[in-house]
C-alpha cells in the first residue's frame, strides 16, 4: 500500500525504492561515458537543463519522441532539487544497456515525500513511478540523490 498523506515519508515500502546500497551499478557498462552539469537555481535554469538532457540524448542517438519522458524527468528533478534544497542540482545523464540512467543530486538531506499532487506540485514522485523502469533515492553525506532508469517509450 502507498502512503500519499502530505507528511508521508519516503519509505523502502512505498513505491518509492530507498537505495542504501548505492545506485545501479554502472561500471563497465559499454556505452558512451556519462555526463555531469552542476544546475544553479535562477532564471533560465531549467530550459538549460532540458537543453543540455536533449542535446546529449540526441548526440547518443536516442531518438527525442522516444526520450520525451526523459526531460520533462530532467525539469521535475532539478526543479524539485531548487525548490526543496535551495541550491543547486547536480544533473547527469549516463547510457546503460537498454536505455538511460538519469540521476540529481543536491544538498539538503531531506528524502523525497509523496504528496497528494495539486495546485502547489506534488506531482514528482508519480511522474518518476510512472515514467522509470526503476528509481530509487540515495542519501550521502550532505545530501541526497534521486535516480531513475529509462527506456524508450514511442509517443502513440
Known sequence: MTDTT???AVRPDTTVRLNTSGLPDTSGLPGAPGRGWRIPPGGGAL????ELA??????WDYPGEEYAHAVLLVSELVTNAHRHAGGPAELELRPVPGGVLLRV???SPRLPVRR???ADGGFG???L???SEAWGVEAFPGGKSVWARLTPRPDP
Open 116 to 118: 497528494e499532487p495539486g
Open 105 to 107: 543530486a543536491d544538498s
Open 129 to 131: 513511478a510512472r515514467l
Open 125 to 127: 514522485l508519480h511522474l
Open 6 to 8: 502530505p507528511d508521508a
Open 54 to 59: 536533449r542535446d546529449t540524448l540526441r548526440e
Open 47 to 50: 530550459a538549460r537543463a532540458r
